[in-house]
Nanobody
C-alpha cells in the first residue's frame, strides 16, 4: 500500500504561481509513475502531468509551458510548479502514483487550487 499526502494548494490571482508537493510513503519501491490530476465538480478527473522514475514527463496540452513536474526519488516526493495560472486551472489537484507491478493507482486526498480573475 502507498500513502500520498499533498500540500501547497491555495488561492492565487490570475498570472500568479503555486507549487504543489506530494510525499509518498509505504510500499514506495513499487512505484514507477507519479503525477498530478485535477477535477472540478461535475467533470471527470483529468491528467495534468506525470513523470516516470526515469524522468520521462507527460503534460496535458493546456499546461505545457506553464507547469513543471519534478521528482525527488530520494525523498519520495513529486512537485508541480504552476506558473501563469489561469481561472480555468481552478480545481482540486490530486497526487497519483502507479504500482509498476500491478498497475494499481494510489491517490492523495486532494488539495484545492483556486485562481481568481
Amino acid at each position: 500500500q502507498v500513502r500520498l499526502v499533498e500540500s501547497g494548494g491555495g488561492l492565487v490571482q490570475a498570472g500568479g504561481s503555486l507549487t504543489l508537493a506530494c510525499t509518498a510513503s509505504g510500499s514506495i519501491f513499487s512505484i514507477n509513475v507519479m503525477g498530478w490530476y485535477r477535477q472540478v465538480p461535475g467533470k471527470e478527473r483529468e491528467l495534468v502531468a506525470t513523470m516516470t522514475r526515469g524522468s520521462i514527463t507527460n503534460y496535458r496540452d493546456s499546461v505545457k509551458g506553464r507547469f513543471t513536474i519534478s521528482r525527488d526519488n530520494a525523498k519520495n516526493m513529486v512537485y508541480l510548479q504552476m506558473n501563469s495560472l489561469k481561472p480555468d486551472d481552478t480545481a482540486v489537484y490530486y497526487c497519483n502514483a502507479q504500482n509498476r507491478l500491478t498497475a494499481e493507482a494510489y491517490w492523495g486526498q486532494g488539495t484545492q487550487v483556486t485562481v481568481s480573475s
